[in-house]
């Protein structure tokens, strides 16, 4: 490096990143440059080298995109981070736009000017993301330009380095099948369509596949690498060797063959001529890019782990329930400690969270949160994916409504929960907007519904008592789950959006419907749910229900609620009672003894 690079490198570094990045997008004769928020796995969660958009922007989210251009520059989050967007990004450097309602690409059609040159990485974006921003500059007279290299890395002077987090085995009595078993049915699948090889670019396909569990991002034991798996079941495994704990290659066996990331490339090109699995929805760009250059067909279809992961083993249903009752002890601890001491105004919203945590850590098997707990009190609930700071954290103060929303990794599965909590004595509309949400909730756990139906025929149960009254929340009702894997996975999901996913026995997701007044509070009920065969007609199913936790009653018009809602919540409660009272001592099983009458 030059001495005039390193002082034109000091000065873009003085000024905001947002400038930083314009100067270097100048000199590269680029108009504009596109930042997605995730890395070049796609994942939700990313390790620290990879938080790009929060570098530029300063929003925390885990979705978001951000579109820089020589004038303006926007910043796109979905409805779960509308608030947090708001009070997170500088409001005179970024405009803030629904990513649903008017996405990037729609917005870019009308912002580039014509002869504009939009830059990208083809690492972090999906060859669908990359059809979207071609039709925009299409539209606009612009040109679409991949950019070898990152122009914001080039000005992120102090970006962490790459993560090295050891990758271990992930033991057969928790997965409940080997990885041979699971390659052959993969390689089953490719020798089907003809297809000579998939590209894995998901580190929790790798992980499931493979029975790995790895620690390179925050929440999740990913090892973040790629793979090729073959029709003969062999596999190609891209992964840092400095990452590979003792052992590991005896678990992995002679079929998996282990490479240095720098391979990944030369591999690619010696499929040329053979036809390569890809999914448009979750590759890297870069990957369809190389395959095109070198002449490899492509099979343009889903991750091919993705459903035979969603459908759990009997040994990882048995995990889940087995950390579900760990942790459901671990909540009423919590929730008894709560009642006992927010009432005095005493307790803040971090001082709650530090102390479920407590409680969590002290179960078996614990691993750590499965994403950042959300502990919101009064206005902090409305915000969907709040995120208390020292600077925002709030007494739970009587009279509120106190919103938290954890989960734990387990080794044996993952847990998510949610929670409102009535601190003292709450208002009517409180109340009555409380059980809305909870009578949405108990319409779909309570549902029973013929084999193939998807999410999306579902969730509108989860809403109906909130539309009768004019009211919705803007999120997904209900997210599939991994086992001590991510904690947000598909194909299965329970959402406005159409989804063609049936589900399917063994597929656990959440059922979280919710309600938000800003400036007021917030409110969600949330457990996981299992899809299981109802036990009653041939052909229908139903879902069991995971979470141990008492909902609040504190906060329920119970008057609202019908003959068979009541029925179910009792129904519950006693379940909730039962299991966890032996497992208590002798204050928490009091206290849940009153927290689970019969209404």
């Known amino acids: 490096m030059t001495q005039t690079s390193q002082l034109d490198h000091t000065t873009a570094a003085e000024r905001t990143p947002l400038a930083a990045l314009r100067d270097e997008l100048a000199r590269r004769g680029l108009t504009g440059f596109v930042v997605p928020r995730g890395d070049e796995h796609q994942g939700e969660y990313v390790p620290p080298s990879a938080m790009r958009l929060a570098w530029l922007t300063g929003f925390s989210g885990s979705a978001g995109v951000a579109v820089v251009l020589t004038q303006r520059a926007a910043l796109f989050i979905d409805g779960r981070y509308t608030l947090q967007a708001a009070a997170e990004v500088d409001s005179q450097q970024f405009s803030l736009h629904h990513l649903v309602d008017e996405p990037p690409h729609v917005w870019l059609a009308r912002a580039l000017g014509e002869g504009a040159r939009l830059g990208y990485d083809p690492w972090l974006h999906t060859p669908n993301g990359v059809e979207h921003l071609r039709e925009a500059c299409a539209k606009a007279g612009a040109e679409l330009v991949a950019c070898a290299d990152n122009p914001l890395d080039a000005v992120w002077l102090d970006r962490p380095a790459p993560p090295l987090a050891p990758v271990v085995p992930h033991p057969l009595d928790l997965s409940g099948r080997t990885a041979s078993d699971k390659r052959a ?9 003809k297809v000579a090889a998939a590209v894995l670019s998901a580190p929790d396909s790798i992980a499931w596949l493979l029975n790995l569990r790895g620690g390179d991002v ?16 062999s596999v190609d495994l891209f992964i840092d060797p400095r990452k ?5 290659r005896g678990h992995l066996g002679d079929t998996v063959r282990l490479a240095e990331p720098a391979e990944f490339g030369p591999a690619l090109d010696r499929l040329a001529g053979k036809l390569v699995r890809l999914d448009p929805a979750g590759a890297p760009a870069w990957v369809l890019d190389r395959l095109t250059a070198a002449q490899a067909p492509i099979q343009r279809a889903a991750d ?5 992961k969603a459908c759990k083993t009997a040994a990882e249903l048995d995990g889940s329930r087995a950390a579900h009752l760990r942790d459901g002890v671990a909540l009423a601890k919590f929730l008894c400690w709560l009642d006992a001491h927010a009432a005095g105004g005493a307790v803040t919203e971090i001082a709650a969270s530090d102390q479920l945590e407590v409680f969590r850590q002290q179960g ?3 691993r750590g949160p499965s994403f950042p707990t959300i502990s919101g009190a009064g206005p902090n609930g409305a915000i969907v994916h709040y995120r208390s700071t020292p600077e925002t954290d709030r007494l739970l103060e009587p009279g509120q409504l106190y919103l938290v929303d954890s989960g734990g990794q387990y080794l044996d599965g993952t847990t998510d929960v949610t929670r409102t909590i009535a601190i003292g004595a709450v208002g009517d509309e409180e109340k009555r907007r409380f059980t809305l949400v909870l009578k949405g909730h108990v319409a ?5 519904f013929p084999a193939g139906t998807t999410g999306s025929q579902l969730d509108c149960l989860a809403r109906r008592a909130l539309w009768a009254e004019g009211l919705d929340y803007d999120h997904g009702t209900g997210h599939g789950v991994g086992s001590y894997l991510s904690v947000h996975e598909g194909p299965q999901r329970v959402s406005k959006t159409p989804s063609p996913q049936a589900l399917l026995p063994g597929m656990i997701l959440s059922d979280e419907p919710g309600y938000y007044k800003t400036g007021g509070y917030g409110i969600r009920i949330e457990n996981l749910v299992v899809v299981t065969d109802d ?5 229908f199913r139903a879902f069991e229900v995971l979470t141990l936790a008492p909902i609040d009653l504190a906060a329920t018009e119970v008057g609202l609620l019908d003959a068979v809602e009541r029925d179910w919540l009792n129904a519950y409660h006693r379940r909730v009672r ?7 001592d002798a204050t928490t099983a009091q206290w849940l003894e009153k927290a689970t009458r019969e209404v």
């Open 535 to 539: 036990g009653i007609t041939p052909g």
């Open 444 to 448: 779909l756990a309570a549902a029973r």
């Open 244 to 248: 590979l704990s003792p052992g590991l």
């Open 185 to 193: 049915e993969i390689a089953a699948l490719l020798t089907a369509d």
């Open 578 to 584: 039962d299991t966890l009272t032996p497992l208590l």
């Open 304 to 308: 091919p782990c993705l459903l035979p």
């Open 364 to 366: 078996i098997l614990y």
């Open 218 to 233: 925050p929440f999740t034991p990913l090892p973040l690498s790629f793979a090729l798996i073959h029709a003969d079941a």
